[in-house]
Every structure is written in structure tokens, then in C-alpha cells.
């Protein structure tokens, strides 16, 4: 694959000097799993900072919510261990809000059970007082009735992961996700070399330089008594287009992904999911009384996507009709992290994208606003002969 825009370069050093992130990485993969990846910019905004280069491992906060949580929740769903109408009481009997019975396993990938909880404040308690305060928390309607973005439904879809597999969040990843792919780079805590190697987030005075850990708060206590299934995925630019290959390809790695995981596990088995799941991803499952959209586990075609990304296409694989209503399929899922990062997948041109940044470095002055345009500007240079 040739250079998808000449384009994106020019993109990358202008915006680097314009401070909206000291430096990035911008990647992208097609069908066949050809790749092209540049990096631009240093860890920090002074010359003496590690220059950025392809390989860079970056925090890529609430992709974590999408790579690793709604996979692992999905892969148990392909294998029987978990259904998309299981009650997450079964697995969660400390859930106590009055639609305890009603919350499912369909509602935590869909955000629609929405908590009235902002984790974010509850950064002064210990993880284990967080998670207390979350299993506690009341909904702020009944489930599956009104659609709310949040961290506390994927905290509790990884508590489900872990119950239902007996095992943490951080080795399920390791041994499903990031072995089978060859993504040697992802983890869920750094540790040793590594973390030297892993751009800062912020300057802050209540935690100083955050380094090589989750930039997350709520992520960052809770690592104490779990692997949160909201935030802590650290990874380069050219794994996570061995994921976005993997989804291109229908659940398959792609042919070239054969380099081994240190976790030890190596990529000798190849299928991450199933065609029939990879298929349901870029279905809205939200009900049409809700008026937005919203996939398993993924975002669809929202305005930070770029244009064209709200474009439905005709699919007849594997429709739930019971969700979708038609065959109609959005041409584009994606997921968004705080600290300035995103990955789109399109699913009509074959066309994967991901982009690493540390835009909250060295404050989080840049807004959410901001962030969304620039990446649709990223998107509009990446899709534009889509």
C-alpha cells in the first residue's frame, strides 16, 4: 500500500506547532494488511525530549474500553460463557441499584446503563472504595432505556470478564487478544524498560509527572484491587493495526502478524473472533426511542469520524433484527481516548486508522471540542477516495 495521503505529514508538524500534542503517530492498514504508519514530534514539548518514532508505546486510555474489555466480553459471549441477556447480578450479586435483575450484558457494551456516578471524583478513596461507591451507585434510569458514555459500565463489564473467566483482565488480554495478534508492545501495566519508553500524560500536582501509568484517575486507584476494563491499555501504533487488520479480516489476524507476544503466548491461533461477531460490530443496538447509535462495544459513525462516517451500508450477514430493524449496517466503527488518541475502522473501503498522541501533556487545557475536529480532519484525509 502506497502513502493513503501525502496529507497527513504536514498535518502531523502543524499541529505540533500549534501545541495540540507534542508529538504522534498516525497509522493505517487495508484489507490485505499493508500497513503505513508516520511519527512525528517528542515525548515532550523541549528539544532534548525522546523523539517520537513509530514504535512508541502510548497511553491510549478509553480504546482500552474497546480493544481489550468488549473483545474479551464478546470472545466469551462466541464461546458460550457469556450472553448478550444475562443478567450481570449472576456474576456481580454486590450489584444493589433497584434494576439490579435488569441490567444485562448487552447494556454494559452498549452504555446504556447509565450509573449516577462520576468516577472521575472519587479519585481521593482507595480502589477498593471506588469500586464499593460503583456497585452501590443507582442508575440514572432504568436499563436499556436512555444512552449514557461512561467508565463505570465498563468497569463492570471487566469484573464480569474476570468472574466469568476466572482469570484477570491483564492475563485474558495477553493470552486472547494481544498473543494471537503478535502485539508485543500491548499491555496493561508497564513494567521494567518499558516504561522509559512511554511518553508522559500530564503535569499534575496531585500525582506530579504521570508516566507509564493509566492517565485515568478512577483507572489508576482501581488498579489496586482489579485490571479496570475502562482505561490502561498502553500500546504502539503499528499493534493496534494488527487489531484494526484483524476486524478488516473478519476476526482473523492477518498473515503477516506472526511476531510472539513476551507474555509467552505465541500467535499460533489465529481466529480472535468469530465472522458472526466481527459482523454485528457496526450494527446500532440501541432502540430507535433513544434517537443515536451506538454498537457493540464501539462507536458508530459519529461526527468526529470524518465525513461519510454516518453512511449505512447493505450488509445481509448475520442481522439481529430484533435490534437493527434492516439490514443497514454503519460503514464505520471507532473509539476515542482521553489523552489523545483514536482508531476508526471502515468496514466499506476496507480501511483501518489509528492514531497515538499525548495531547493532555503537559495539562489538559485542550478541550474535547478541539480533539474531535482534529480528528476528523485525520479522517477526512485518510477516507477521502472512500
Not at 144 to 169: D, M, P
Not at 347 to 358: A, I, K, P, T
Request: proline fraction near 4%; charged fraction near 20%.
Amino acid at each position: 500500500m502506497g502513502s493513503p495521503t501525502a496529507g497527513v505529514t504536514a498535518w502531523l508538524e502543524e499541529n505540533i506547532r500549534q501545541h495540540c500534542f507534542p508529538g504522534a503517530v498516525v497509522g493505517v492498514v487495508d484489507g490485505d494488511g499493508r500497513t503505513w504508519c508516520r511519527a512525528a514530534g517528542r515525548f515532550r514539548y523541549d528539544a532534548g525530549a525522546p523523539a517520537v518514532t513509530q514504535s512508541t508505546v502510548y497511553d491510549t486510555a478509553s480504546l482500552t474500553k474497546s480493544v481489550v474489555t468488549a473483545t474479551l466480553a464478546l470472545q466469551l459471549i462466541d464461546g458460550g460463557s457469556l450472553r448478550l441477556d444475562q443478567p450481570v447480578v449472576n456474576l456481580v450479586p454486590e450489584l444493589t441499584t433497584r434494576w439490579r435483575r435488569d441490567i444485562t450484558i448487552e447494556h454494559l457494551l452498549t452504555q446504556t446503563a447509565v450509573w449516577r456516578l462520576r468516577m472521575s471524583r472519587l479519585k481521593e478513596l482507595s480502589g477498593q472504595d471506588i469500586l464499593d461507591r460503583l456497585l452501590t451507585a443507582e442508575l440514572t434510569a432504568a436499563p436499556g432505556s436512555t444512552f449514557g458514555y461512561s467508565n463505570a459500565a465498563s468497569v463492570v463489564l471487566g469484573l464480569v470478564i474476570e468472574r466469568a473467566a476466572r482469570s484477570s483482565l491483564e492475563t485474558l488480554a495477553s493470552r486472547k487478544i494481544f498473543g494471537p495478534l503478535g502485539m508485543g508492545s500491548a499491555t496493561l501495566r508497564p513494567v521494567g524498560r518499558q516504561r522509559r519508553h512511554i511518553p508522559p500524560t500530564e503535569l499534575t500536582e496531585w500525582r506530579g509527572l504521570i508516566q507509564s501509568q493509566v492517565h485515568d484517575e478512577s483507572a489508576w486507584k482501581l488498579q489496586q484491587v482489579l485490571s479496570p476494563g475502562s482505561a490502561g491499555l498502553f500500546c504502539s501504533a503499528p499493534d493496534l493495526l494488527k487489531f484494526a487488520a484483524m476486524l478488516l479480516a473478519g476476526g482473523k489476524a492477518a498473515d503477516g502478524n506472526t511476531t510472539d507476544h513476551p507474555s509467552g503466548t505465541t500467535s499460533a491461533r489465529r481466529r480472535v473472533l468469530s465472522p458472526s461477531i466481527v459482523a454485528r460490530l457496526n450494527r446500532n443496538w440501541l432502540p430507535a426511542a433513544i434517537n443515536d447509535a451506538a454498537g457493540l462495544g464501539w462507536e458508530l459513525g459519529q461526527a468526529w469520524m470524518g465525513r461519510g462516517a454516518d453512511h449505512r451500508i447493505t450488509d445481509h450477514r448475520n442481522v439481529d433484527h430484533r435490534n437493527s430493524g434492516s439490514q443497514a449496517a454503519n460503514r464505520r466503527i471507532g473509539k476515542t481516548g482521553f489523552t489523545g488518541c483514536c482508531m476508526v475502522i471502515d468496514f466499506e473501503c476496507q480501511l483501518g486508522l489509528v492514531m497515538l498522541s499525548n495531547a493532555t501533556f503537559p495539562d489538559r487545557s485542550i478541550s474535547q471540542g478541539r480533539k474531535n475536529r482534529l480528528r476528523s480532519q485525520l479522517c477526512d484525509m485518510v477516507f477521502a477516495d472512500c
